[in-house]
Nanobody, 121 residues
Framework: QVQLVESGGGLVLPGGSLRLSCAAS????????MGWYRQASGKQRELVAT???????NYADSVKGRFTISRDNSKNTVYLQMTSLKPEDTALYYC???????????????WGQGTQVTVSS
C-alpha cells in the first residue's frame, strides 16, 4: 500500500515562507507526476503545481514566481517552497503522486491527507 505523508503546514504571516513536504512510501516501483492541489473554504479545488519525473514543472498563474515545486526521486518526496505568502494562499494543501505499484504494476494516483496552510496577521 502506498502512503503519502505531508508536513510543513502551519500559520505564517503575510509575506512569509513555508516549505511543504510530501513523502511517498510503500511498494513503489516508480513515481511519474507529483504535485499539489489546494482547496480554500468555499472554493473549488485548485491545481497548484506539478512536477514530472524528469523535473519539468507547471504552476498555476496565481502562484507563479512565488512557489517552487521540486522533488527528490531517491526519497520519493515532493516539496513545495512557498514564498511571499498571501492570505489568499490560505487553504488545505494536498499532495499527489502518480505511482506504479511494485507487486502488481498497477498505475494509480495516491493522495495525502492534506496539510493546512494559514496566512494571516
Amino acid at each position: 500500500q502506498v502512503q503519502l505523508v505531508e508536513s510543513g503546514g502551519g500559520l505564517v504571516l503575510p509575506g512569509g515562507s513555508l516549505r511543504l513536504s510530501c513523502a511517498a512510501s510503500g511498494r513503489i516501483l516508480t513515481i511519474d507526476d507529483m504535485g499539489w492541489y489546494r482547496q480554500a473554504s468555499g472554493k473549488q479545488r485548485e491545481l497548484v503545481a506539478t512536477i514530472a519525473r524528469g523535473r519539468s514543472t507547471n504552476y498555476a498563474d496565481s502562484v507563479k514566481g512565488r512557489f517552487t515545486i521540486s522533488r527528490d526521486n531517491s526519497k520519493n518526496t515532493v516539496y513545495l517552497q512557498m514564498t511571499s505568502l498571501k492570505p489568499e494562499d490560505t487553504a488545505l494543501y494536498y499532495c499527489f503522486a502518480n505511482v506504479v505499484y511494485s507487486e502488481t504494476y498497477y498505475s494509480t494516483s495516491a493522495w495525502g491527507q492534506g496539510t493546512q496552510v494559514t496566512v494571516s496577521s
